[in-house]
């Protein structure tokens, strides 16, 4: 019995979870996407067009098919990398997520990355003053981060940064190929605006973390050898608090892959987000499949990352879970 | 300390990356709502592929100018046959599409026929149903025989489902289109604009831009932001709530026009208790038009008082048939049995004109006992519910297409109207080339459908644009749909 057998154990369990949990959302996208109200093709044709013409690109789509025969079409196409043509664009789906993903990632980057760097050091400064007037002025200010929608914050951001002191865009993308300097321009104010309240949450999660951490045994005993306070947390104190914030980050990315619509809507950058949209108002099923499926990847994928991290800085876990 | 530190450095790094963009005098950057499907206009119904090809990237054998008018296009002339059942087009020379390859008749023959041919997807391929033959006399020669006469056969040539496409390169115009026109397609970043350049060996006069691209913008205050920094110099047909932002600013025009959209209050004729004439022109009393445009259109739309469009020739003022009169309506509800009122569904799609009347022709009902109950729709159900199925009561819609009475001869359209009386004169309207008589014809039409308070007939849409101040030559008018980019400039 040793700890090789309970590691293969954990892993297999949660990789079975994985492609138990894909298969299901595949199974559920497509059933209520099935039951949506609206015939992509007469979307596309409009008001004026024949029932001839309107029948002809229902075939030329392939939407004659029984859904049984469609559904396991699209699910024995994906797992060799074919996700299907757009109904509305005819170009493979893959492709136009991919496209997107140019955006969406880097974008959920920047604004991951802005709100480490200003959400963690916030919330270790309050913690280390806790009780003071440092660490109550921080956490309203957190508290006000929260509250605020990021749209509202980027709109702001768009006023002061873009229409008055026209220091950057208002939105727009500009590919990286073609100017990564404009590309990084566009992507500054979207950046901050869905940085804003994930930097508060971090704040706040870091704080109490640390709190908590510092009520300890170890940090008490740490003061006893005669550490200062400060010192203890630094040493101690914030590697053991990080626990709980990896699980808020993990939560956050996958936030930020899917999350981003009303952001990317306020700075009309092409993003995943209003992919989905527009896909779904325009009835372009397959890509609004295909891409939900890449959402769910991300997200599960994601979770299953931080589930495997926890196991490794804590091995206990392991042992419970088997 | 570290994290103040941290905070100053992420500003002045996200500062230095910032630069002002300057605008090139012969380039355009057009914001618009939306993003088209594919950039075909002869496969798709979508107003969003004309507004970036229409006569920029495509061009049919004649165009459709600012006031409406045929101008000669890839035609430089044509002949009509007395009996109108032969038209002969003489082609210009020189004319070359944006890959390389010559435009003949043979471009012509091959465009139409593709958009007659059984599997043909050209989202009008009705309006073409006459043409019965099109023969290739010589290279810059073609004729066309219809099987009967219709007077606005050229009109329809010149609408962006008749342009002219090459049998290289027509598959693949929904993402890469390939024309005749000023401008040539460049690029197509998804989700994000639309790139065009002049297009140097363009066989007509060159156009002043060089370069254009469209943004797609979908939100209002976004677009109102863009426009106020600089990030685009203009829109073609802006929300009305917004223009007062730009009205007094002397570094923007507000351009009003028309366009070809009669709002209508469309009723289902073929259900209780609108089958009754009594009941139709009870609601035709109860609403009042002018509250309507204001609430809806912020004093832009034109009050109707028909289906056609106020700037037309053949127009007539009919808005006086039912004049508001709450007291009418009520009688004649009385009268039709349905002394208190009854209940209807209104389903709205999903446009602010259509949302925005709702509501106020619901509070406007009500003053005469009909209780509506307002369902707001997308255009995909709104599509299959009301048009396809024929499932509504009420609903709210701008029917956009240009001279299209037509529809009110059709007992299987969607609002279900079935007079013999309209449908022969229609039949005639079609048949008949002389003005005079056309003008007759189709004044007899509207005010049949207006004495039978078919719709309710509420306003023409207008269309709004906004634009830099220092650039000329946009459309007014939208007597079709499209942006067209051949005579913007920029003045100095």
Known sequence: ?322 | MTARNTLALTVAGLLLMAGPALAQPTEIRIGVALEPPTLDPTAGAAEAIDVVVYQNVFEGLVRIDQTGAVQPGLAKSWTISEDGLTYRFALNEGVTFHDGTAFDAEDVKFSFDRLLAEDSVNAQKALYAPISAVTVIDPMTVEFTLSRPDGLFLFNLGRGDAVIVAPESAANNGAEPIGTGPFAFIQWDRGSRVVLEQYGPYWGEAPALTRASFVFISDTATLTNALLAGDVDGTNNFAAEALAVFENNPQFKVLVGSTEGETILSTNNRKEPFTDLKVRQAMAHALDRQEIIEGATYGYGVPIGTHFAPHHPYYLDLTDTYPHDVEAAKTLLAEAGYTDGFSATLKLPPVAYARLSGQIIASQFAEVGIELELINMEWAQWLEDVFANKDFDLTIISHVEPFDIGIYANPDYYFGYDNAQVQALNETLNATTDEADRLALAQEIQTIIARDAVNGYLFELAQTGVWNAKLDGMWQNAPVEGVVLRDIYWVE
Not at chain 1, 75 to 91: E, H, K, N, P, Y
Not at chain 1, 247 to 255: K, N, S, V
């Open chain 1, 1 to 322: 019995m040793g700890g090789g057998f309970h590691m293969t154990l954990f892993l297999v369990r949660r990789m079975a979870g994985f492609a138990a949990t894909l298969f299901v959302a595949a199974l559920v996208i497509f059933l209520l996407l099935d039951l949506l109200p609206g015939d992509p093709a007469r979307f596309i044709l409009g008001i004026n067009a024949t029932p001839e013409a309107v029948a002809a690109l229902r075939t030329q789509m392939g939407l004659d098919a029984p859904a049984h025969e469609r559904f396991l079409a699209w699910v024995g196409g994906m797992l060799v990398g074919d996700f299907g043509l757009s109904t509305t664009q005819r170009l493979p789906v893959a492709e136009l997520i991919a496209e997107r993903m140019a955006v969406t990632l880097p974008l959920s980057l920047i604004a991951m990355v802005v709100s480490v760097v200003v959400g963690l050091p916030i919330g270790i400064l309050a913690a280390m003053r806790r009780g003071k007037a440092t660490d109550t002025a921080l956490m309203v200010l957190a508290q006000t981060g929260v509250a605020i929608p990021n749209f509202w914050f980027g709109m702001l951001l768009t006023l002061v940064f873009a229409v008055t002191l026209r220091w950057l865009p208002t939105g727009g993308f500009i590919p990286w190929d073609e100017d990564a300097g404009a590309a990084m321009r566009g992507m500054t104010l979207p950046g901050l605006a869905l940085a804003l309240p994930q930097a508060s949450i971090l704040a706040r999660v870091m704080r109490t973390a640390l709190v908590d951490v510092t009520e300890q045994d170890f940090i008490r005993t740490a003061r006893a050898k005669g550490m200062t306070k400060s010192e203890a947390i630094w040493r101690h104190g914030v590697r053991n608090a990080l626990l709980p914030v990896l699980t808020i980050l993990g939560l956050q990315f996958a936030f930020l892959i899917a999350g981003t619509i009303i952001v990317e809507n306020v700075f009309y950058l092409p993003g995943l987000g209003r992919l989905i949209f527009t896909a779904i108002s325009e009835r372009d099923l397959v890509l609004v499949r295909g891409a939900t499926i890449v959402l769910v990847v991300v997200t599960t994928a994601t979770m299953l990352v931080v589930d495997l991290a926890y196991a490794f800085v804590d091995p206990r876990l392991k042992g419970r879970d088997a």
